[in-house]
């Protein structure tokens, strides 16, 4: 059974960091891109970072540049982003994705169910 499990969210200061975490299972995790993406109220989900396979190349949105930082650990199959200079705009529940395109085409595509990330004074 797949699963994908978001840990570490909750309310921080404008300023504070938080780290996210996503324990994965159930799948060849070392194979999948791994992917954070969150969705605030009345938005669109968007893609926040990623990291490739073997976390050799990671890319950001513009808006988290510089201030969050994804990486993933295979031997643990759980990847991590550090949040830090977190600002009010970052409020939102952040979901956790795993995807693989193999060889011959076929996607697979796995979400956590989220978790809330809250920057409020």
């Known amino acids: 059974q797949v699963q994908l499990v978001e840990s570490g969210g909750g309310l921080v200061q404008p300023g504070g960091s938080l780290r996210l975490s996503c324990a994965a299972s159930g799948f060849t995790f070392r194979s999948y891109a791994m992917s954070w993406y969150r969705q605030a109220p009345g938005k669109e989900r968007e893609l926040v970072a990623a990291i490739t396979s073997a976390g050799g190349s990671t890319n950001y949105a513009d808006s988290v540049k510089g201030r969050f930082t994804i990486s993933r650990d295979n031997a643990k199959n759980t990847v991590y982003l550090q949040m830090n200079s977190l600002k009010p705009e970052d409020t939102a529940v952040y979901y956790c994705?795993?995807?693989?395109?193999?060889?011959?085409?076929?996607?697979?595509?796995?979400w956590g169910q989220g978790t809330q990330v809250t920057v409020s004074s």
């Open positions: 994705n795993a995807h693989w395109r193999t060889p011959y085409g076929l996607e697979f595509d796995y």
